[in-house]
């Protein structure tokens, strides 16, 4: 996720209708309701960090932006900051603070305009990227531990049983992925 609090979704990708014109909106519009920092959702390098004010470059509409690029080549943009904390070239670990949701460029209310394209450019739907990243987090005996009795009903004493067993951990971890695939 790109924020650490709660957030809502201003609005989806996808067609949208502004103003009576119905466009393709390429990334979701994102508003902080605990807090305006933003995060980022993965690890990568810093693309871009600007302010276009050009109105000849279509890119002024972003306002304060960055662009960070993943190991996996995907390119993610937050768009509308009021404040830009990374620089070019700077790399990113899952959770550092990169900027503050804002309301520069083409926008009407603070939000954070979320993007994600692919090498070629393309856009893909953002929410669907981030439920994948968070699928694929590490997953730790501990972490394994908490989503087994949440979703299993395992009292403590079951799970202390189960952790005595001479293979407990790799059992835990399996039991953990199944329920997470079954989702
Ligand atoms: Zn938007």
């Known amino acids: 996720m790109i924020y650490k609090g709660k957030y809502k979704i201003s609005s989806p990708y996808g067609d949208r209708k502004l103003n009576g014109i119905v466009s393709f909106h390429k990334g979701v519009d994102f508003v902080g309701l605990e807090s305006k920092e933003i995060i980022s959702p993965v690890k990568g390098i810093v693309k871009s960090s ?65 993007e994600v394209r692919t090498k070629d450019n393309v856009s893909i739907p953002p929410i669907d990227y981030l439920e994948k990243l968070q699928q694929n987090e590490e997953l730790t005996i501990e972490k394994a531990i908490k989503i087994i009795q949440e979703n299993a009903t395992l009292d403590d004493n079951t799970m202390k049983y189960l952790s005595f067993y001479k293979y407990s951990d790799s059992l835990i971890l399996k039991l953990a992925q199944a329920i997470n695939k079954n989702k």
């Open 50 to 114: 600007a302010i276009i004010t050009d109105k000849s470059n279509l890119t002024w509409e972003w306002g304060n932006y960055i662009r960070i690029d993943t190991e996996d080549e995907y390119r993610l943009f937050f768009c509308h900051l009021s404040e830009r904390l990374v620089r070019v070239g700077q790399k990113i670990n899952v959770g550092d603070i990169i900027g503050i949701e804002g309301n520069t460029g083409y926008s009407f209310g603070s939000h954070c305009h979320f």
